[in-house]
């Protein structure tokens, strides 16, 4: 694979412009960040009073423990993003 001018070369034979593959992360970014919206209003959408409860349940719950579970799932998603990237 070879650049030249902004254009990919692949054995010779011009495929795509680099601002395709611009273009191509920056949709895969929005796609990812709709279904994260998605999965985040789901359960607003489905269970409203529920949620309500849970919110009050996670008062009580002193912020070291949150940091904790905030970073573990920090981890898995940097290991799922990193494993999955190709």
């Known amino acids: 694979m ?8 692949i054995q ?3 495929m795509y412009p680099l601002s395709y593959f611009r273009g191509l992360k920056m949709k895969l970014f929005l796609c990812a960040l709709g279904l994260v919206l998605i999965l985040e209003g789901l359960p607003y959408f489905a269970f409203p009073e529920k ?8 008062q009580e719950i002193p912020d070291s423990r949150l940091r904790g579970m905030g970073f573990v799932a920090m981890a898995l998603g940097l290991l799922l993003a990193y494993s999955f990237k190709q």
Do not use: P, Y
């Not at 070879?2 to 070369?9: A, K, L, N, S």
């Not at 949620?51 to 996670?58: C, H, N, P, R, S």
């Open 2 to 9: 070879r650049f030249f001018r902004g254009i990919v070369f």
């Open 12 to 14: 010779n034979t011009l």
């Open 51 to 58: 949620m309500k409860e849970w919110m009050l349940m996670v």
